[in-house]
């Protein structure tokens, strides 16, 4: 019998968690914080990305089914938690695709330098979504050039742009003025509600474990890439992070189009020819977040509808190569029902409300993982594990609890109005709104999900 043999190597999976990983859209949220993102980087660094770098490496090399999150929590907490986590996982990917293909008319526009009509919009919206869909029907070591090539351009962006930043800053001088007050955290609930952003930039290490099947040494490879991936985006982020903190001021950078608008801020009127080569540049990395971050997402819902905790319809796959494609179908549906009628939605700003929303739901399903993580310790301690956290119960509790409560101040900070002002309600009331609906569906659904599990159990002892 033939074998094929597996085509993903370490430096494709280091590469592949830098394209999930790294947000190149997402640092424009994350600069309107001012000089004190260079605290907020650095600390989540320590508090936030670190331990979770080495959760996820623990958890993905010892239990290495293709249900990742999911999976992890399901055996530590059963089958309603996993369900939660399922949906929650989910669901964030047809509304991030969605804030993707708002986004797409607009950059186009800022290459023809022409207004395009909602119509037209709304086509090229489409088949953007459409195009990441049937991107996501290819097995991964078959598409692991759209990932390579989008982590090169994401990283050639990010460079660019930090160092654009910091020559301007030195021909022109600072755009603030940087003193230890100034870099040091307000904690304000402004610039707090921002950190949302910041975490959000580190997720997906838990999606390369998905990818196990395809490579040639999972166990090693998969801390590896996200150790080593996990330093590359680090770095990037900082370095890039300076570059437009130290050359634009923080409130002339928009929260929809952050990355453009920074270039264009940079260059002036001189950009030109360059400006469009970065915005098509742009404009492929947003392909390759999606196709990255949909096999994460599909392999996950595949699995939990195998197990009941997700609709059946998550669970079908191709006949001919075995890949989730229901659930690809079905992040094509949900994000094309959105971008059809977000043109009729009150927002001023799709991008960031979709987003937002994509961010809120990404974050909740993280919350019951870290101490899912405890909790398998436990309850199944003998199980090898190829890559183990180090350390005593007080060391590993720290790891535990600090991502913890920084994943809920976050949400809580990103969605609940903290006060009565109009624009404070204005901008969060929509987003609790959209926020306790995901969470009734989600109780529906793990409902639902519990009685299916109980009918098989009875089944099964008849």
Do not use: H
Request: net charge neutral; proline share 4%.
């Amino acid at each position: 019998m033939f074998v094929e043999k597996k085509k993903f190597k370490l430096f494709d999976a280091i590469l592949s968690v830098i394209c999930v990983v790294f947000v190149a859209e997402a640092a424009a949220p994350a600069a309107a914080i001012g000089n004190s993102q260079f605290f907020w980087w650095i600390f989540l660094i320590v508090a936030f990305l670190l331990p979770y770098g080495m959760i996820a490496s623990e958890l993905g090399t010892t239990y290495d089914d293709e249900g990742g999150l999911y999976d992890w929590v399901r055996r530590a907490y059963g089958d309603k938690w996993g369900s939660r986590v399922a949906w929650y996982y989910w669901v964030n990917f047809p509304l991030w695709m969605a804030s993707l293909a708002v986004m797409f008319p607009s950059t186009i526009n800022f290459i023809t330098g022409s207004e395009m009509g909602v119509l037209p919009s709304i086509l090229i919206e489409l088949v953007f979504i459409w195009i990441v869909v049937l991107l996501s029907f290819s097995r991964v070591s078959d598409s692991k050039w759209v990932l390579n090539l989008s982590a090169f351009i994401k990283v050639l962006i990010a460079v660019a742009l930090g160092g654009l930043g910091i020559y301007v800053a030195a021909t022109r001088g600072a755009a603030n003025e940087y003193t230890v007050q100034s870099m040091l955290p307000s904690l304000d609930l402004n610039s707090l509600s921002y950190i949302s952003v910041i975490l959000f930039n580190f997720m997906g290490f838990e999606v390369i474990t998905s990818f196990a099947s395809d490579m040639e040494n999972p166990k090693k490879q998969i801390p590896q890439a996200i150790i080593a991936g996990g330093i590359a985006i680090a770095v990037i982020y900082i370095f890039s992070s300076f570059g437009i903190g130290v050359a634009l001021p923080a409130d002339q950078i928009s929260t929809s189009s952050g990355l453009m608008d920074s270039f264009q801020l940079l260059l002036g009127e001189g950009g030109g020819a360059f400006l469009i080569i970065v915005a098509i540049l742009f404009l492929v990395t947003l392909f390759g977040n999606m196709v990255s971050w949909s096999y994460g997402v599909n392999y996950v819902a595949d699995y939990a509808a195998k197990n009941g905790s997700l609709p059946k319809v998550f669970a079908r796959e191709s006949a001919k190569t075995g890949m989730p494609t229901g659930a690809a179908v079905m992040n094509g549906i949900v994000a094309s029902v959105l971008v059809v009628v977000a043109p009729f939605l009150p927002s001023q700003d799709l991008f960031w409300s979709f987003f937002a929303l994509n961010v809120i739901t990404l974050l909740m399903s993280y919350i019951p993982m870290f101490p899912a993580f405890l909790k398998l310790r436990k309850i199944d301690p003998d199980r090898e594990r190829p890559f183990k956290v180090s350390g005593g119960a007080l060391k590993l509790r720290l790891m535990v609890i600090a991502p913890l409560v920084l994943l809920i101040i976050s949400i809580v900070l990103s969605c609940v109005p903290l006060n009565t002002s109009a624009d404070e309600l204005s901008a969060k009331g929509p987003l609790l709104v959209g926020t306790l609906i995901a969470i009734a569906i989600g109780e529906i659904i793990c409902r639902r999900s519990s009685k299916v599990s109980e009918q098989e159990s009875v089944q099964n002892i008849k």
